[in-house]
């Protein structure tokens, strides 16, 4: 997160109910309205009430709190951090160490393309290669559209189905050069179509 | 309910008992139809719980509901050929089913009593279909002890299990035995650890056992970080309550109350059913406090990882189950010494802790009679790679590699020539061709420079080229390598940057020695065994394939055609229409030309993605080595221009 240091303001802001700025991937700033952020806080209070008084549970806060947020900004570590009275750094450790954890906001499709050897064996680099391409982005960044984030996998464990692409949640499994094309422009016209509805 | 007696389970047994028979072959005039649908995650991929509902929808549609349970199963292994549907009585095995089918099955067997024969395996030698699983090569040579209940119970119900004698070693152990015997039962029956080292498991719980310092813990380590491994999921997902049952009788025998199973994220559906599976056995006493109305108590709670492959060295998996980094530390303190918050902690792996309740209620002297003098019982592989019938299988320990990777794994599709086997994923190695008669044991993979690992096997045919599989390993390790350690943070990085040079032409001959050397200066001074066993397969591809190095470093020649930094597209103007739909293809619009001309690729543009070769409807696009090397004269190596007669030469 670009520029913020005092953190601590921010999120009592948020619960005041002022609106509240993020930054976003490219330094821009996003209004997001406060009382979605501020359900957003009531939900991770519930989880943090839940599980602080358990022994160790830090890392299953932090991977709650990145279902809630989508990812864990500054402010979200901070905010943890106080909460279970464990100092910023070690969260930030924490959070910094397991590749789960994001600090990026993701786009709105995230491709999970395994690279375990299963995959690499039947054609993944080749892949990934075109995936790159064909996105303009490198492993683990977002397009400036938020449509895409390209990733790399550790191997999900269904080498059976190799090369697998995940987007999002569904496996895509055997999949070629060509498969890629089609994936990427049906997720385009869709997303065209409701951003029409929008309008 | 509550059970508190041996006699209690025995009356839960027998109320599944029956369907469970039925699905073990017997023939028992239930004028029932089961119908079993794997549920593991590679078959869930291919849309199998579409399946499940479509199929109970269509016979709650026909009104068979009162004689024909759709039930969830555990994987059957056969991944390859899934989402698999198995119908009892007859064990009808339908492979790749898919959502339309599901009427005709419906229609056709289940009211029909007719077999859908285009849904069964088709065995491609004997070209005829097989209706039965025991007829399907793939099973014949298996034998199933961890894996005996996948595929024949509904893991989410705990009574299925108990009609498998599950629960009854830890009823037998609580009631009957002391923990010393217990854990002496355990030493005799030779049973190792299976989660790579291969430790032996009586004497690990003899150790924490020993210890006078209270509480102790149980921890399951079902952080299987491993890429292409998938041998814990499986056991998760198909047999959940072997792993619970067995982490309560290391409780029992070490003195601990509270078990945790670390288990990864990126595992979802194991999640799900250890979340039910725990949830049954706390319900019905098998789990919580006085069990058997005895003085012993046991908890088990879920951790889960967040994507640190690390965290499966245990004494980084004990940091992360307390929600710290996962760094390794220094050994000792054991963590049967000092584990989880610095008290004594067993840590055993999820195919080591499912033979536990195997070992007791078949005994050790059976257990002992299986596999070689050194490693007792079988072992759990994935197959996967270039191999005709990727998927889970389990052998006794001293099998061989032909037999697990022709016999049962099919061999190599489309007639390459096999290459290589990797054992041990990234901290394994890869065996060469001529061990492929060795049996399959702790002792003779190590020989090998490979490892028995947690059992992750990937098949390498001719195509894969063994420096770019050591780099891609080593890109692996390097990239979670924790950074905890000098040796290893410094050292991975740079025996990577060196095998990067080499796949990508810039290698030098001095190069080959420095890899060696830093290899064994990694492996023997790094602090865990991510790092110590980092450079195995390096080491290993350079003992066995040190002729693909060379070529790639003295005549910057990939031989298997792999390494892009090598290779070369040039288009054969004989063979070329000009059509122009290379040219169309191109990302980069390195290919051009014209009507009625052949077209031509400009090398320095030439990303090397190989669309053109894919798009050409007359193979007219070359793959070939870097131009103008020509005949090697120290070596007598010829290096190829790129054409097929070069290549033939060769």
Known sequence: MAGDTNFTNDIEESHKGHSYQTADAQGGFDVIKSDELTGKYMNLDLVINRYANERGQLIRILQKAQDIFGYLPEEVQAYIAERTGTPVSEVHGVVTFYSLFSTEPKGKNVFNLCMGTACYVNGAQELMDALKRRLNIDEGETTPDKLFTLKSARCIGACGLAPVLVINEDVHGKTSSSDIEKIIQSIRKKGEKSANKKH | ?650
């Open chain 2, 1 to 650: 309910m509550q059970i508190k007696s041996i006699e209690e389970l025995k009356s839960l047994k027998e109320k599944h008992l029956p369907l469970i028979k039925q699905r073990l072959g017997h023939r028992n005039g239930l004028g029932l139809t089961q119908v079993l649908v794997c549920s593991g995650t590679a078959c869930t991929s291919s849309e199998s719980e579409d399946i499940r509902i479509r199929l109970e929808e269509e016979i709650q549609n026909m009104g068979l509901a009162d004689n024909v349970r759709v039930l969830k199963t555990g994987c059957f292994g056969f991944c390859e050929y899934g989402p698999i549907v198995m119908v009892h009585p007859g064990e009808i095995f339908y492979c790749r089913v898919q959502p339309k089918d599901v009427k005709e099955i419906v229609e056709t067997h289940i009211t029909g009593g007719e077999i859908v024969e285009r849904l069964l395996y088709m065995d491609k030698h004997e070209g005829k279909r097989v209706y039965s699983i025991k007829d399907i090569n793939f099973f014949k040579s298996q034998k199933r002890i961890v894996l005996r209940n996948c595929g024949v119970i509904n893991p989410e119900d705990i009574g299925e299990y108990v009609a498998r004698d599950g629960y009854f070693a830890l009823a037998d152990v609580v009631i009957n035995k002391r923990k010393e015997d217990v854990i002496e039962h355990i030493s005799k029956s030779g049973l190792r650890g299976r989660g790579g080292a291969g430790f032996l498991t009586g004497k690990k719980w003899e150790i924490t056992a020993t210890q006078d310092v209270t509480p102790k813990y149980v921890v399951c380590n079902a952080d299987e970080g491993d890429p292409g491994a998938f041998m814990d999921r499986s056991i998760l997902e198909g047999d959940p309550h072997s792993v619970l049952e067995a982490m309560a009788i290391a409780g029992y025998c070490i003195g601990a109350k509270q078990g945790y199973i670390y288990v990864r994220a990126e595992y979802p559906i194991a999640v799900k059913r250890l979340e039910i599976a725990i949830l049954q056995a706390s319900e019905m006493g098998l789990l919580g406090n006085n069990l058997f109305n005895s003085s012993f108590s046991f908890m088990i709670e879920l951790r889960f990882g967040a994507g640190a492959f690390v965290c499966g060295e245990e004494t980084s998996l004990l940091h992360s189950i307390m929600g710290q980094r996962g760094e390794p530390r220094p050994r000792p303190p054991f963590p049967a010494q000092e584990g989880l918050w610095g008290k004594p902690t067993l840590i055993n792996n999820v195919e080591t802790f499912a033979n536990v309740p195997v070992v007791l209620r078949e005994g050790w002297e059976w257990y002992s009679g299986q596999g070689t003098s050194t490693s007792k019982g079988s072992k759990v592989f994935s197959l996967a790679g270039r191999i005709k019938n990727t998927g889970l299988i389990e052998v006794p320990m001293g099998t061989s590699l032909r037999t697990v990777i022709f016999d049962i794994g099919g061999g190599i599709p489309g007639n390459k020539k096999f290459k290589a086997v990797q054992t041990g994923g990234p901290s394994g190695g890869c065996i060469p061709e001529e061990f492929l008669d060795l049996p399959i044991d702790y002792e003779s993979l190590k020989e090998t420079g490979s490892m028995m690992g947690s059992g992750g096997m990937i098949v390498m045919d001719e195509e894969n080229c063994m420096v770019d599989i050591a780099r891609f390993y080593l890109e692996f390790s390097q990239d979670e390598s924790c950074g905890r350690c000098t040796p290893c943070r410094i050292g991975t990085k740079r025996i990577l940057e060196i095998l990067k040079r080499i796949t990508e032409g810039h290698g030098e001959m001095e190069d080959l020695e420095l890899l060696e050397e830093l290899s064994y200066d990694v492996r023997d001074a790094s602090l865990c065994g991510l790092g110590q066993t980092a450079p195995n397969p390096v080491l290993s591809t350079m003992r066995y394939f040190r002729d693909e190095y060379i070529a790639h470093v003295r005549d910057k020649r990939c031989p298997a055609g792999v390494c892009k930094g090598l290779l070369h597209y040039t288009i054969d103007e004989a063979k070329c229409a000009a059509c122009g739909l290379c040219a169309k293809v191109c990302a980069v619009q390195a290919i051009t030309g014209g009507r009625g001309q052949p077209y031509r690729i400009d090398p320095e543009k030439c990303v090397k993605c190989a669309a053109c070769a894919a798009k050409c409807p007359r193979e007219a696009i070359l793959k070939g080595y870097q131009k103008g090397r020509g005949k090697n004269n120290n070596t007598g190596i010829l290096t190829g221009s790129g054409s097929t007669e070069d290549r033939a030469a060769l």
